[in-house]
């Protein structure tokens, strides 16, 4: 026998090795995605409004390594309450800093999977120009192929709570409140 046809014999005896799962990548659906904001105001009630402009941005998964990587950024000036007034405040140097400070960023690569679900994203934001630590918790996430675009869809909803303080946010104090709640809606198309 010769060695060829040994190494192919040995070959065929070997066991299929597993295919190496490659990360997918996904672009941002403007259409669909969405970030909102909630705040306690005086003590009585809570003020809520968006961000216009819809986020900007991608996400990379790989489900069989249990990693991935988001990138998200937003535009501070497009902060929208229902009330002109109250937008050209939070628009200000008091809040949002729009004017120096036009984007705000979440970066992540810590993911935490409930099976092939997303559950956790950590990662760190920075608005008015500071970073710091922030966790997003999944309340839904799914995927599915869309049968117009013929191409895999993911997306779910997030929420996460930061202090307006950490960033330099200190206007009004503390009758507007510290703690702001993020909501983020949120959906990819595979690339």
């Known amino acids: 026998m010769s060695l060829r046809r ?4 040995m070959m065929s005896l070997l066991p299929a090795l597993p295919a190496l799962a490659q ?11 969405r970030v909102w904001w909630e705040v306690r105001h005086f003590g009585t009630s809570t ?7 819809a986020p900007q941005g991608s996400i990379s998964i790989d489900r069989e390594a249990g990693r991935g990587e988001v990138s998200l950024s937003l535009e501070t000036g497009s902060v929208s309450s229902g009330v002109a007034a ?3 405040m939070i628009r200000g140097a008091g809040f949002l800093a729009s ?9 992540a690569s810590q993911f935490k999977f409930d099976g092939a679900r997303v559950a956790e994203l950590r990662g760190e934001f920075t608005l008015r120009g500071v970073s710091r630590p922030l966790s997003l918790r999944a309340t839904q996430f799914g995927c599915r ?9 993911c997306g779910g909803d997030f929420e996460g709570e930061l202090r307006r303080s950490d960033y330099g946010s200190t206007f009004g104090l503390p009758f507007v409140g510290d703690k702001v709640r993020l909501l983020i809606s949120v959906e990819g198309i595979r690339d």
């Open 6 to 9: 040994l190494l192919l014999l």
């Open 23 to 33: 990360p997918v990548s996904y672009s941002f659906d403007p259409a669909h995605s």
């Open 47 to 53: 003020h809520r409004g968006r961000f216009d402009a």
């Open 86 to 88: 109250l937008d050209t």
């Open 99 to 107: 004017g120096s400070h036009p984007s705000a960023y979440f970066v």
């Open 145 to 153: 192929t869309d049968d117009m675009l013929k191409r895999e869809v």
